[in-house]
C-alpha cells in the first residue's frame, strides 16, 4: 500500500536505528507495515543504499538548523548535551513545524522540562533557555496577536497539545 | 536592461529570499523575474484551527516583495502541498496559495516530484523534513492527476512540477522519472521544472544517467530551470544552494536547454544565509552567464541534437 510504503520511508529516514533494525531483520517491515512483497523487497534494499545514511543525515540538518538559528546560546552553552537531547527530543515530537519558531520555542519547553526532572546541566543553561525562550515569545506574540496558540496556562499549544493518535 | 527581453526568449530570474531586494538593488536590470515560495509570506499557526484563524499574513514582507515585483514577472514555487504523499490536497493552504497568486498575478506555479508529508502521521501536518523520492507507478500517477486537476482549477495557470535530489533510488519502478514526467505532461499537461542541479546530485549519488535523462525527458515538456550549487554535508554532495552553479551543470545547460522550445524562465536558487560567500558580484556574473544561456534559446528553435 502506498500510504504505508511512504510512512515506512519517513520513518526509516527519521531513524538510523531503525535503519539498522531493518538491515538485521526485513521482516521488521511486515510487522509494522502493510505493505506488497514488491515494497518490502524495496525498503529492504533502500536501508542498505549508502544514500540512506545521506537521508538520515539531511533529515538531522533539516531539524537542528532552526534550532541553531533561533537558539544560538543555548545550542552553544549545552555542549555535548546538545546530540543526546536532541535525539531524545526528536523522537518524542517526530512532527516538524515549517515555522521554526514553534520548534524552537517547543525545544525550549522541553529543556526546561528535563531540568525541572532533575535533569543536571551546567548552570548557565537555565538562565540561557529563560532569555532566548523569552526572545521567542515576543515574537510569537507578533504572529500572534490573537493568542490563538496559547493554552488556557499562556502555554503554547504546540508544546502542550498531545500527539494526535 | 539586458537585451533578451524579448518574448522569444525565456526570462531570468532569481528564487526570492530576503536578501533579493538588495540584489535587486545592486543588478537589478540583470533580474526578470521572481520565483516566489508562497509559505515563507505567512504562518502556518495550526491546520485544525476554526475558520480563519489558521495563517498569519507578514504582511510588511508581502509589501516589499510586491515593490520588487514591479515590472517583473512573478510565478509561484510552493513547498507545502506535498502532491505526491498519498494524503488528502490541503484545501485550505491551497486557498491560501490562490488567493496569494491572484494577488501577485503569478504568471505560472509549480511544486515538487518530492513527498514532504508523510501519511498516518500522528498529527495532519506531520512532516518528512527533507523532499523523499516518489514511486513512479499507477498509483503515484492516479493520485498526482487528481490532485493536479483540483489545482489548475483554482490556480487558473500553468502548472509545474520539479524533479528532486534523489539520495537512494526505489528500485523496481513501472517507470523511469523521465517517463513518469513525459506522461504528466501529456495526460494532466503538467509541465516541468527541470531543476539541474538536483539532476546533478541525484546523478553524484550514482541514482541516474543524467545525459540520458535528459535526452528521455520530452524537451516540449519543460518549462522552468533552476540552476544551483552546493557543498558536502558529512561526505555527502547535497542541493545546499550555497555556491554558484558546478562546470558540468552548465554544460548540461548548453547542450540541452536551447531545445525546450517552451521554455519560460531560467532561474537561479542560493540561500540567503549564503549571500557573503557567494557576493553580489556573483551572484550577478551569474545572471549574465543565464542571460547568455536565454539568448541560445527561442520558442522556436531551428537547433536539433547532435
Known amino acids: ?68 538559528v533561533h537558539l544560538p546560546r543555548l545550542t552553544k552553552v549545552l555542549a555535548k548535551d546538545l546530540g543526546p537531547l536532541l535525539s531524545e527530543y526528536w523522537t518524542r515530537y517526530t512532527h516538524t513545524n515549517i515555522n521554526f519558531l514553534f520548534d524552537s520555542y517547543r525545544f525550549c519547553e522541553f529543556v526546561k522540562e528535563k531540568i525541572d526532572g532533575g535533569f543536571i546541566f551546567s548552570d548557565a543553561v537555565l538562565p540561557i533557555v529563560e532569555f532566548e525562550m523569552a526572545e521567542l515569545f515576543e515574537q510569537l506574540e507578533v504572529i500572534d496577536p490573537d493568542n490563538y496558540m496559547r493554552g488556557p496556562d499562556g502555554r503554547h499549544k504546540i508544546c502542550t497539545a498531545p500527539e494526535q493518535g | 536592461m539586458i537585451e533578451n527581453s524579448s518574448d522569444n526568449y525565456p526570462v531570468v530570474g532569481l528564487l526570492y529570499n530576503p ?29 485544525n484551527a476554526a475558520p480563519g484563524k489558521r495563517f498569519r499574513r507578514l504582511e510588511e514582507e508581502i509589501d516589499l516583495l510586491k515593490r520588487c515585483a514591479e515590472g517583473r514577472i512573478v510565478a509561484g514555487h510552493g513547498i507545502g502541498l506535498s502532491l505526491p504523499s498519498a494524503v488528502p490536497l490541503d484545501r485550505d493552504l491551497l486557498d491560501q496559495n490562490a488567493s496569494f497568486a491572484a494577488e501577485l498575478g503569478f504568471s505560472w506555479y509549480s511544486e515538487h516530484l518530492s513527498m514532504f508529508l508523510m501519511p498516518h502521521g500522528k498529527v495532519p501536518n506531520e512532516q518528512a523534513a527533507i523532499g523523499l523520492p516518489v514511486v513512479y507507478d499507477e498509483e503515484s500517477f492516479e493520485l498526482l492527476r487528481d490532485k493536479l486537476r483540483v489545482l489548475k482549477d483554482a490556480l487558473g495557470c500553468q502548472l509545474m512540477l520539479e524533479n528532486g535530489s534523489i539520495y537512494t533510488a526505489i528500485p523496481e519502478m513501472e517507470m523511469t522519472e523521465p517517463e513518469f514526467f513525459n506522461r504528466l505532461y501529456r495526460e494532466v499537461d503538467c509541465g516541468v521544472l527541470l531543476d539541474l542541479h538536483n539532476l546533478y546530485v541525484t546523478s553524484r549519488h550514482g541514482n541516474v544517467d543524467p545525459e540520458r535523462y535528459l535526452r528521455d525527458l520530452d524537451p516540449d515538456a519543460v518549462i522552468e530551470i533552476h540552476l544551483a550549487g552546493g557543498d558536502k554535508l558529512s561526505g555527502y554532495y547535497t542541493d545546499s544552494h550555497s555556491r554558484l552553479t558546478p562546470a558540468e551543470v552548465w554544460s548540461w545547460a548548453h547542450e540541452f536547454v536551447p531545445h525546450f522550445k517552451n521554455l519560460r524562465a531560467i532561474t537561479f536558487e542560493f540561500h540567503e544565509s549564503f549571500l557573503e560567500r557567494l557576493g553580489v558580484s556573483g551572484i550577478a556574473g551569474e545572471l549574465e552567464r543565464m542571460h547568455k544561456l536565454a539568448e541560445c534559446c527561442s520558442k522556436t528553435p531551428e537547433v536539433s541534437y547532435a
Not at chain 1, 507495515?33 to 525498503?43: Q, T
Open chain 1, 1 to 68: 500500500m502506498l500510504d504505508h510504503f511512504q510512512k515506512a520511508f519517513a520513518d526509516l529516514t527519521a531513524s538510523p536505528g531503525l535503519v539498522m533494525q531493518v538491515r538485521e531483520n526485513p521482516d521488521l517491515l511486515r510487522d509494522r507495515y502493510e505493505l506488497s512483497e514488491r515494497e518490502v523487497r524495496r525498503l529492504a534494499a533502500m536501508v542498505n543504499d549508502p544514500g540512506m545514511e545521506c537521508n538520515c543525515v539531511l533529515y538531522r540538518a533539516s531539524r537542528i538548523t532552526p534550532i541553531a
Open chain 2, 19 to 47: 536578501s533579493v531586494p538588495y540584489i535587486l538593488c545592486e543588478a537589478g536590470d540583470l533580474v526578470q523575474y521572481l520565483a516566489v515560495i508562497p509559505e515563507r509570506f505567512r504562518f502556518d499557526l495550526d491546520v
